[in-house]
């Protein structure tokens, strides 16, 4: 059974559009048998790292702070994988960046030399394969994601894990508003939940099933005109 820790880090959680894409796709995991637990990192309590590598000399693995990060390292080093749902900030959450920056334990106090660049090496104990992204955005292009798309790619890279195909849903106020007033959006959230399948049976997210996620609902034409 694969094991997923997945994190909604949204600040508006459950009522963000990031939950539009996320929920079906997390459907989508568990209808394969995967074993999804969701956690949003607005309820976690997770200091800000204050930089001092006390985690990496003088305890190793262990940071000074006494708050929820402990237990969920422990939880994140037993996933297979892990799926994040963030909505573009400028150009993160602020919770989300926390946790990013808080996984500092999860390495061993040494670096090593990976495609070109010198990166922290993962604890040996990890079972982490694969990352998935889930983002949405209130404007119209796919450009838009680029610094989050970025961002994620970099830390699959230190994790050594293989980051999918992301799910990006631009527009996605429109998205929100259309499934409020009970107009069709089937075609996306289905594609959610069949990249959800996807991503826990293969690992892979088909290219056909993200273009159908981030399908335009208007043209730029008619966004500028309704924004501009």
């Not at 976690?44 to 708050?67: N, R």
């Not at 929100?176 to 594609?191: P, T, V």
């Amino acid at each position: 059974m694969v094991m997923v820790l997945a994190f909604n880090c949204s600040p508006r959680m459950e009522n963000g559009n990031t939950a539009l894409i996320l929920n079906p796709f997390i459907a989508g995991m568990r209808k394969t048998g995967a074993n999804v637990e969701l956690l949003y990192t607005k309820k976690l309590k997770i200091e800000p790292c204050i930089g001092d590598f006390q985690c990496w000399s003088k305890t190793p693995g262990k940071c000074h702070y006494h708050d929820d990060m402990p237990e969920l390292l422990a939880r994140m080093s037993e996933a297979d994988y892990w799926v994040f749902g963030a909505p573009v900030y400028a150009k993160l959450p602020g919770e989300l960046q926390n946790l990013f920056n808080r996984t500092m334990p999860l390495f061993e106090p040494k670096v090593v030399r990976r495609e070109g660049s010198l990166l922290p090496s993962r604890k040996k104990e990890m079972k982490l394969k694969r990352i998935a992204l889930v983002s949405s955005c209130s404007y119209w292009g796919i450009e838009n994601f680029d610094l989050v798309v970025k961002t994620f790619e970099f830390m699959a890279k230190a994790f050594d894990a293989r980051l999918s195909r992301p799910l990006l849903r631009p527009n996605a106020d429109l998205l929100s508003d259309m499934i409020k007033k009970g107009e069709n959006c089937e075609n996306i959230l289905k594609a959610a939940e069949k990249a959800g399948t996807q991503f826990a049976g293969t690992g892979i997210i088909g290219k056909d099933t993200s273009e159908a996620v981030q399908a335009p609902l208007m043209s730029l034409e008619q966004f500028l005109a309704e924004n501009g």
